[in-house]
């Protein structure tokens, strides 16, 4: 199984101050069509987790641009530029190459 | 938008079979390139991946739960199912269902979720 580690996997972040995870993969997540199969989720309290960005750098649907995926290989970040109270929750990274899919143990983002 | 809701027990006895299934609206499960799939999430833990059903009926398992898990599809109602077999304490979860887009790869839709407790 490829195995995904996340770092940190706290943060405690004032309003308006940037925030950034770490996700590392045990191989490479790069797919023969150059896009990389990493995706991030938040889980917010009490919700199920929803779709952040999807191929390691693509913003799903409705998501704020202040959230942001970058990387390559087996390094991954993402940033979110200015963190608002609604970003409460924990955000996981989740690769999608090879079966089983596997996802990072969580870091749990919380506002000052 | 494709809606997705899990139903089934919430209280499964040790040993016996998790039966749960997610009916869809908004999109149907026959079509092409998504992946209809099962989650599950213990008390304070992470997300882990059980198996996914496609429109065609292919499947594809976890393996470090293969041998106790079946997923199955009922298209005339819009709905796909999950059997875990010869539960334990272990199982107990929030088991999700979801649809990972074939396009995006990204688990676009995903149900509220539904709480599994295994107990005698």
């Known amino acids: 199984d490829i195995v995904m580690t996340q770092s940190p996997l706290s943060l405690s972040v004032t309003p308006g101050e940037p925030a950034s995870i770490s996700c590392r993969s045990s191989?490479?997540?790069?797919?023969?069509?150059?896009?990389?199969?990493l995706g991030w989720y938040v889980q917010k309290p009490g919700q199920s987790p929803q779709l952040l960005i999807y191929l390691g750098s693509n913003r799903a649907s409705g998501v704020p641009d202040r959230f942001s995926g970058s990387g390559s290989g087996t390094d991954f970040t993402l940033k979110i530029s200015r963190v608002e109270a609604e970003d409460v929750g924990v955000y996981y990274c989740?690769?999608?190459?090879?079966?089983?899919?596997?996802f990072g143990q969580g870091t749990k983002v919380e506002i000052k | 938008q494709v809606q997705l809701q899990e139903s089934g027990p919430g209280l499964v006895k040790p040993s016996q079979t998790l039966s749960l299934t997610c009916t869809v609206s908004?999109?149907?499960?026959?079509?092409?390139?998504?992946?209809w799939t099962w989650l599950r999430q213990p008390a304070g833990k992470g997300l882990e991946w059980i198996g996914r059903i496609i429109a065609s009926g292919g499947t594809n398992y976890n393996p470090s739960l293969k041998s106790r898990v079946t997923i199955s599809k009922d298209t005339s109602k819009n709905e796909f199912s999950l059997k875990l077999s010869s539960v334990t304490a272990a199982d107990t979860a929030v088991y999700y269902c979801?649809?990972?887009?074939?396009?995006?790869?990204?688990?676009?839709?995903w149900g509220q979720g539904t709480l599994v407790t295994v107990s005698s």
């Open positions: 989740m690769q999608g190459l090879q079966s089983p899919l596997t």
């Open positions: 908004g999109g149907s499960i026959t079509r092409g390139p998504d992946y």
């Open positions: 191989q490479s997540l790069l797919r023969s069509n150059g896009a990389h199969s």
């Open positions: 979801a649809r990972r887009s074939g396009s995006t790869l990204g688990f676009e839709s």
